[in-house]
C-alpha cells in the first residue's frame, strides 16, 4: 500500500509539473506576441519628419526575430516535455490500477487458503453419508445432514464472491495446471480424463489456489 501511495504522490507531482508547463508555454506565446507586435509597430513608426522619411534602425528588427525564434524553441522544448510528463503519468495511472486490481483479488489468498480446510472438513463429513438413504435416517440426523448441505453451499457462493472457484472434476479433461494426478486407473470415463476426484481443487482469478487431487482415466477395463 505504502508502493501505491508513493506512485499516487508521484502522479500528482507530474500533474503540477504538466500545469506549470502549461503556465510557461502560455507566458511565452504571450511574450512572442508581444514581440511580433513591437517589431510591427517598430516598422509602422518608420516616420518620416519634415525633410522626408526616416528608416527604422535594421538592429531591431533582426533583434526581434532572433528572440522571435528563441521563444519558438523554447515553446517546442516545454511542449515536448509535456508530453513525456502526460505519457509517463497515463503510464503510472494505469500500472497502479492494474496494481489495485490485482491486490483486490489476489489480496485474500492466504485467507482463502485457510478457509479450504472447512470445505474439506463439510465434503468428508457428506461423504461419509454417500449411498445412504435420508429417508431411513431420524428427523435430527436429516436435519444435521441438511444443514452440513447448506453450510457446504453458502461456503463455496461466499467463496466464488470473492473470486474463489472450483476447478472442473470429474469427466473432465485432465489439465496439469489445475490437476494433480495421484493414480491411473480404468473406469467409464474417456481416457485422458478425471476418473475421481480426491481433494477438490480451487482458482482465485486466473490463478490456481489448490490443484485438484486426481485419478486420471486409462479408459474401459
Known amino acids: 500500500m505504502a508502493d501505491e501511495k508513493d506512485e499516487w504522490d508521484d502522479l500528482m507531482?507530474?500533474?503540477d509539473s504538466e500545469k506549470s508547463a502549461q503556465k510557461r508555454r502560455a507566458a511565452a506565446s504571450a511574450a512572442a506576441d508581444d514581440i511580433l507586435k513591437a517589431a510591427e509597430k517598430a516598422e509602422k513608426e518608420s516616420v518620416s519628419d519634415d525633410n522626408g522619411e526616416v528608416e527604422a534602425e535594421p538592429d531591431?528588427?533582426?533583434?526581434?526575430?532572433?528572440?522571435i525564434e528563441e521563444l519558438e524553441m523554447e515553446l517546442a522544448t516545454l511542449k515536448d516535455q509535456a508530453l513525456?510528463?502526460?505519457?509517463?503519468?497515463e503510464n503510472v495511472k494505469r500500472r497502479s490500477e492494474k496494481e489495485v486490481a490485482a491486490a483486490r483479488i489476489f489480496g485474500i489468498e492466504r485467507f482463502a487458503n485457510d478457509i479450504l480446510s472447512v470445505h474439506d472438513n463439510l465434503s468428508r463429513a457428506l461423504q461419509t453419508l454417500e449411498g445412504t438413504n435420508k429417508s431411513e435416517l431420524g428427523e435430527n440426523a436429516?436435519?444435521?445432514?441438511?444443514?452440513?448441505?447448506?453450510?457446504?453451499?453458502?461456503?463455496?457462493?461466499?467463496?466464488?464472491?470473492?473470486?474463489?472457484?472450483?476447478?472442473?472434476?470429474?469427466?473432465?479433461?485432465?489439465?496439469?495446471?489445475v490437476h494433480q494426478a495421484v493414480?491411473?486407473?480404468?473406469?467409464?470415463?474417456?481416457?485422458?480424463n478425471v476418473?475421481?476426484?480426491?481433494?477438490?481443487?480451487?482458482?482465485?482469478?486466473?490463478?490456481?489456489?489448490?490443484?485438484?487431487?486426481?485419478?486420471?482415466?486409462?479408459g474401459k477395463a
Do not use: C, W, Y
Not at 531591431?60 to 528572440?67: C, L, M, P
Not at 490443484?211 to 486420471?216: D, G, P, R, Y
Open 13 to 15: 507531482k507530474e500533474i
Open 195 to 218: 476418473a475421481t476426484v480426491m481433494q477438490s481443487g480451487f482458482k482465485i482469478g486466473d490463478r490456481t489456489l489448490r490443484a485438484a487431487m486426481v485419478a486420471v482415466s486409462t
Open 183 to 192: 493414480a491411473n486407473i480404468p473406469s467409464e470415463e474417456d481416457k485422458g
Open 142 to 177: 436429516k436435519n444435521l445432514v441438511e444443514g452440513i448441505e447448506l453450510t457446504e453451499k453458502d461456503l463455496m457462493a461466499v467463496l466464488a464472491r470473492h473470486g474463489v472457484t472450483a476447478v472442473p472434476g470429474q469427466g473432465s479433461k485432465f489439465d496439469p495446471n
Open 84 to 89: 513525456r510528463a502526460l505519457a509517463d503519468a
Open 60 to 67: 531591431a528588427g533582426a533583434a526581434a526575430v532572433a528572440r
